[in-house]
């Protein structure tokens, strides 16, 4: 059973940053893949950023890239998300999500939910103009 617990969200000014940090119990030496998703109010769930577990290869969505970093630390089992330049549009609530090894890939750069066996709670982001 893989747990995933986000932290680090919170309510900032436009232009300000912001560092996401994804838990993850569980899968030990079985993670493919980590990603981040986000849903504003009102708005399906989309992708971010995802990042391939054993070379560190990263994916971004258009709308953050550049602007977003996707990091992880493979001792500690944590996965990351540094947000610079933030803009009210980044407001919603993020997600941290886990594909195990030997899964199928169903999206380049593991963009689409049906990536993803396990998912975290998520935690609120929200940037005031």
């Known amino acids: 059973q893989v747990r995933l617990v986000e932290s680090g969200g919170g309510l900032v000014q436009t232009g300000a940053s912001l560092r996401l940090s994804c838990a993850r119990s569980?899968?030990?030496?079985?993670?493919?893949?980590m990603g981040w998703f986000r849903q504003a109010p009102s708005k399906a769930r989309e992708f971010v950023a995802s990042?391939?577990?054993?070379?560190?290869?990263?994916y971004y969505s258009d709308s953050v890239k550049e602007r977003f970093i996707i990091s992880r630390d493979a001792a500690d089992s944590k996965l990351y998300l540094q947000m610079n330049s933030l803009k009210a549009d980044d407001t919603a609530i993020y997600y941290c999500?886990?594909?195990?090894?030997?899964?199928?890939?169903?999206?380049?750069?593991?963009?689409?939910?049906?990536?993803?066996?396990?998912w975290g709670r998520g935690t609120q982001v929200t940037v005031s103009a």
């Open positions: 569980g899968g030990f030496d079985s993670t493919y893949a």
């Open positions: 990042i391939r577990w054993g070379d560190g290869t990263p």
């Open positions: 999500a886990w594909k195990r090894k030997f899964t199928p890939i169903r999206s380049s750069g593991y963009r689409s939910e049906s990536d993803y066996g396990s």
